[in-house]
């Protein structure tokens, strides 16, 4: 007869083996740097297209993986930054950005962000702050709220209109009474954006930090936004709008081209592979 320990301790073997399928899967794009459909990542692990394909949709629910094309091929997604594994696709974006970054909070004596979205979240992946006496740099993974905050709000006004669309959606049930608020703030961020390029709001449970935000559409790493905070006062409530404003949207216009030229070098020494 089994003892009550046998029985009710469950055998967790099974877990650690799908747990390993998962890594596996991931594991395919540490070598490609295009996007792969199912079928590939089946050739590539030797596992059934149908396992794959269960696999990869837990993956993509859960932001490790996004779908990138119309033919449904899939690429990393923000999720993979929490475990450092920016640099496993493409230019490792982080190394990339941080002069950028550091210039401009030195220049404002602010703080300079790179944020990402991961589920109803956005995810700090780089902060700078710099101030008259001290400079940081800020490289673990922050999150806050997606339709609440300036950067989330901004990074929302550029996503593909089905993602936003299911994202409205689950943002609305979450919010209840108090969505028509929320999306009037979501509305107004996104018409600042395509007006001027860029959305500034306060922030702050006492609206003590007026924060500017700029999204932009990388490639195949998705949207992602960049963020420049400093004190509310009415000096710097002028100079976000006239100043600060445009030279974020400014240097990252520089982000933006300097990443596609990486998009476009990566894409000529592909084709030159034999």
């Known amino acids: 007869m089994e003892s009550e320990k046998a029985i009710f301790t469950p055998d ?3 877990v650690a083996m799908t747990f390993a399928k998962g890594l596996k899967v991931l594991e395919c794009f540490l ?7 199912n079928a590939d990542i089946s050739n590539m692990t030797g596992m059934p297209i149908s396992t794959v394909r269960r696999f990869t949709q837990t993956l993509v629910s859960l932001d490790y993986l996004k ?9 990393p997604g923000p999720a993979l930054f929490d475990f450092g594994l920016s640099s496993l696709y493409q230019v490792n974006i982080r190394e ?14 602010g703080t300079v962000r790179l944020g990402v979205k991961k589920g109803l979240k956005i995810v700090y992946l780089d902060s700078y702050h710099c101030s008259i006496d001290y400079a940081t740099h800020e490289s673990n993974p922050i999150d806050a709220p997606l339709a609440t905050t300036c950067a989330g709000r901004a990074l929302i006004s550029r996503l593909p209109d089905k993602e936003k669309e299911s994202l409205m959606i689950e943002l609305k049930k979450i919010y209840g009474g108090m ?7 979501i509305k107004a961020s996104e018409d600042e954006i395509n007006t001027y390029g860029f959305s500034a709001h306060e922030e702050g449970e006492y609206g003590e930090t007026e924060t500017v935000s700029v999204p932009i559409l990388a490639g195949d790493l998705g949207v992602i936004v960049f963020s420049c905070s400093i004190p509310n006062n009415k000096q710097n409530k002028t100079a976000i709008k006239n100043d600060i404003g445009p030279r974020l949207l400014y240097t990252v ?3 933006e081209l300097l990443l596609s030229k990486k998009s476009k070098n990566s894409e000529e020494l592909s084709c030159c592979r034999p």
């Not at 119309?70 to 690429?75: D, N, V």
């Not at 990339?96 to 004596?109: G, H, N, R």
């Not at 969505?179 to 703030?185: A, D, G, R």
């Open 253 to 255: 216009s520089a982000i």
């Open 96 to 109: 990339l950005v941080s002069p950028f970054m550091y210039s401009l909070a030195a220049f404002t004596k």
């Open 31 to 37: 070598f490609e740097r295009t996007p792969l459909s």
């Open 12 to 14: 967790k073997s099974h």
């Open 179 to 185: 969505w028509s608020t929320v999306k009037s703030y």
């Open 67 to 75: 779908i990138s094309d119309a033919e449904r091929r899939l690429r």
